[in-house]
């Protein structure tokens, strides 16, 4: 099956500054890749989400950028703020729906 | 509800008990899912409707996980004779998108958190 996994495990960085996260997944079927934050406590929520016929998505200060060659994708987190400080996980899936391959998340901490 | 709202919140449960979770969805969203999430891990999927069909039961870990979702709407995961492997944050997770053949946002519940001692 699908395996997702995540670099680095722990990013600290200061507010303001950019942060990212690199996934990288072994099925190269899977077509479909989203992030979702976890807050302490809460559930995961999707933050944005990319298929693989396009090779970059932004969302305001969060964007996605895919390498369906090498097989990973990247969240960029631009312009920190505290509430941005939560866990990061990525998914992939190659079944085509919402069957979704987890890695083990990034905790990011933005430092105020 | 607005959201996917689970029950119980929290079960502490003895080895060898079974213990039943329950999940109400998104009113009219197709697609239920089942996943688990250990501490510091991040969610595993175990099962997944369609409406009421059971299209996929492979993360399933034994036969003493099961799930039903009748009437495509409530879903019940069922753990039969526990143990503390099992022990674990179970989440349901909804979809408006179909099942089998579509992506998009999952909206997660908060959970069951299972403790077997």
């Known amino acids: 099956g699908e395996n997702v996994e995540q670099h680095p495990s722990t990013l600290s960085v200061q507010e303001g500054d950019s942060a990212v996260i690199k996934c990288t997944y072994s099925?190269?079927?899977?077509?479909?890749f989203p992030w979702y934050k976890q807050e302490l406590g809460k559930r995961p929520q999707l933050i944005i989400d990319?298929?693989?016929?396009?090779g970059e998505k932004k969302d305001q200060r969060i964007a996605v950028t895919l390498n369906k060659t090498a097989k990973h994708f990247s969240l960029h987190i631009t312009e920190t703020q505290p509430e941005d400080s939560a866990v990061y996980f990525c998914?992939?899936?190659?079944?085509?729906?919402?069957?979704?391959?987890f890695g083990k998340g990034n905790q990011v901490v933005v430092i105020p | 509800g607005a959201g996917v709202s689970q029950s119980p919140r929290y079960k502490v449960t003895k080895r060898g008990q079974d213990v039943a979770l329950r999940c109400d969805p998104i009113?009219?969203?197709?697609?239920l899912y089942w996943y688990r999430q250990a501490l510091g891990q991040g969610p595993e999927f175990l099962t997944y409707?369609?409406?009421?069909?059971?299209?996929?039961k492979s993360g399933l870990p034994n036969d003493r996980f099961s799930a039903e979702r009748p009437e495509g709407s409530i879903s019940t995961l069922t753990i039969q004779r526990t143990e503390q492997r099992d022990s674990a944050m179970y989440r349901c997770?909804?979809?408006?998108?179909?099942?089998?053949?579509?992506?998009?946002?999952?909206?997660f519940g908060e959970g069951s958190r299972l403790t077997v001692l």
């Open positions: 997770a909804s979809s408006s998108r179909d099942g089998t053949r579509d992506t998009g946002e999952l909206f």
């Open positions: 099925d190269s079927a899977s077509n479909y």
């Open positions: 990319i298929r693989s016929n396009v």
């Open positions: 998914a992939a899936t190659p079944y085509g729906n919402n069957r979704l391959a």
């Open positions: 009113s009219g969203h197709v697609s």
């Open positions: 409707f369609n409406y009421e069909a059971q299209q996929d």
